[in-house]
């Protein structure tokens, strides 16, 4: 069985005994084959993340420095006194953690959302319900890290 096959199971969308069997007896190897939220798309998938349709200037897709200091110029760190280091630190990986949540939400979409539609057939209505104000969602935090981007593209 397919990943899809298996998601519309559980969610009762497909309802056969076969497939019913499939995923009892599969079900300590049910998520063998997910993916942690930074690795890659498997080969063939329909999407990878470099594939989610936003905007260059947010940087969804780049591959940036997991730290701050990594991030600038050499000696830029260790000129700040410590406390000034350690806040812009923090402020580097509130920028990163809204960074991966547009990520995911954008995953939702594309993945779960527009999947479901194509292999399950699902209505609307009834992702709608899975997923309420997923838009709205996106909206919201994609416009709070162009602001974030903005803000730190200007210092």
Known sequence: KNRWQRVGTKLGVI?????????????ENLLDSELLPAEDFPE???????????????RIQKEEPETWAAS?????????KPHEAKRQEHIYEFIMTEKHHCQLLKVIQKVFCEG???????????LDRLFPQLETLISLHFEF??????????T
């Not at 309802?15 to 079900?27: L, Q």
């Not at 600038?72 to 700040?80: C, D, F, T």
């Not at 890290?145 to 803000?151: A, S, W, Y």
């Open 116 to 126: 479901m539609v194509t292999y399950l057939d699902m209505k609307p209505e009834l």
């Open 72 to 80: 600038v110029p050499e000696g830029v760190a260790s000129a700040l």
């Open 145 to 154: 890290l162009r602001q974030l981007r903005e803000r730190q593209d200007s």
């Open 44 to 58: 063939g998938f329909p999407i990878s993340l470099r594939n989610l349709d936003t905007d260059p200037f947010l």
């Open 15 to 27: 309802k056969s005994t076969e497939d019913r069997e499939d995923i009892e007896g599969d079900r």
